[in-house]
């Protein structure tokens, strides 16, 4: 009892809740709680963590709920809270580094990046590859993969399917 009455003593930390957006990255969404008296270079620090944008290249801009801007984020040694933030208002981090990791939607589309290939030739030649392991199972037992349809199979298939299921079909490719 008395930890409690110490504990309602103590001085109360505000904090608001932000919803984050990213200037590269459209499909981020995130929300933060930070303390009002979060410098706004701590608030940076915080922030790379959660979207690769290092806090040398971060710019920050502070949006109502309405979606209006409400301040540039400009002074890193003044706290979040000398801008007024409330619960609801958006951080928007803008990248200013061309070259960041973020750019170029890298991080969001991945028919962008460019993918390792090998030829089956090449594959031939490695130790210790799937197919040789199936090449080495499928020799001491021809019939391991292969599909075991027994001769109840539609029965056992048709078994778990109640009226009201989804039921979807497969071509076994």
């Known amino acids: 009892m008395a930890t409690a009455s110490r504990l309602q003593q103590l001085p109360v930390d505000e904090s608001v ?4 957006s990213h200037s590269n990255l459209k499909t981020f969404s995130s929300e933060i709680r ?3 008296q979060t ?10 963590r959660k979207c690769g944008t290092s806090v040398e290249s971060m710019r920050l801009e502070l949006y109502d709920d309405a ?3 409400v301040s540039n984020l400009d002074d890193d ?3 979040l809270g000398f801008y007024s933030p409330l619960d609801g208002y958006r ?7 061309p070259s960041s990791v973020t750019s170029r939607g890298w991080l969001e589309d991945t028919s962008l990046v460019e993918k ?3 030829s089956d030739e090449a594959y031939d030649k490695r130790d210790g590859t799937f ?3 199936k090449e080495k199972i499928s020799s001491q037992d021809p019939s391991a993969f292969e599909p075991k349809i027994t001769d109840n199979y539609m029965e056992d298939v048709c078994a778990n399917i109640k009226v009201s299921s989804l039921v979807t079909f497969s071509s076994g490719d």
């Open 67 to 69: 979606g209006s801007k």
């Open 77 to 79: 040694n003044r706290p």
């Open 17 to 20: 809740l932000l919803r984050l």
């Open 91 to 97: 951080l928007h981090i803008i990248d200013v580094d």
């Open 39 to 48: 410098t706004v270079e701590a608030v940076k620090d915080k922030l790379w």
């Open 131 to 133: 197919r040789k392991f």
């Open 34 to 36: 930070l303390s009002l």
């Open 116 to 118: 390792y290939q090998i």
